[in-house]
């Protein structure tokens, strides 16, 4: 049971542009929302989060939105820099409970 | 802090073998997490842990699986016997509290092989 889909297994966009990566979610429970970033052969890092209770948390370059009625959430990159190719996980958690559920992540491809 | 450590980096086995798989979370942090990867399903959540004991194993896919968190500073899980479909990238994780607003710091993970 996918609860966490991102439906779009590999973007490539060109250096400078914006790169948007969608997620979409199952469950309306949810209410913590953080974006992961993995390099070949290594662990997931975290990279920014948001709250249910906001729809818009910035962090440099890097911007997440959350659409609550349409349980989807966004990440937006810009502008893209060959460095962040890289494989973007969106994962959904509740406050209360470690569970967090993850998709399965997006390659992003940032081309000089 | 070395961060989550993870042993082995690699494991080739042959299907029916017993495999182990090792984590050091970090010092001070209640939650460990085992995940896996693989190319269909991405990061799945396995088993996790507070405070050394084990709060929710749903996520394991058969009694083949198990895992230990004997103390704080280590965790195994252990797949006997072995199957080609447990081919993946097996992730640790810990995290300081483990509420769900917690980040988890993920260890290098195990590339497990099963011939």
């Known amino acids: 049971d996918q609860q966490v889909k991102q439906n779009s297994p590999s973007l490539s966009v060109q250096e400078g542009r914006i790169s948007i990566l969608n997620c979409d979610y199952t469950n309306s429970m949810f209410d913590y929302f953080l974006w992961y970033k993995k390099y070949p052969a290594e662990g997931p890092t975290f990279l920014i989060s948001i709250s249910s209770i906001k729809d818009k948390n910035e962090d440099g370059r890097f911007t997440v939105f959350l659409n609550k009625s349409a349980k989807h959430l966004s990440l937006h990159i810009v502008p893209s820099q060959p460095g962040d190719s890289a494989v973007y996980f969106c994962?959904?958690?509740?406050?209360?409970?470690?569970?967090?559920?993850f998709g399965a992540g997006t390659r992003l491809t940032v081309k000089p | 802090d070395a961060g989550v450590i993870q042993s082995p980096r690699h494991e080739v086995t042959e299907m029916g073998q017993e495999v182990t798989l090792r984590c050091k979370p970090i010092?001070?942090?209640?939650?460990l997490f085992w995940y896996r990867q693989t190319m269909m399903r991405g990061l799945e959540l396995l088993i996790y842990f507070n405070n050394n004991v084990p709060i929710d194993d749903s996520g394991m896919p058969e009694d083949r699986f198990s895992a230990k968190m004997p103390n704080a500073s280590f965790s195994t899980l252990k797949i006997q016997p072995s199957e080609p479909r447990d081919s993946a990238v097996y992730f640790c994780a810990s995290s300081l509290s483990g509420t769900g607003d917690d980040e988890q710091f993920f260890g290098p993970g195990t590339r497990l092989t099963v011939l």
């Open positions: 010092s001070g942090h209640n939650s």
């Open positions: 994962a959904a958690a509740l406050y209360n409970n470690n569970d967090m559920r």
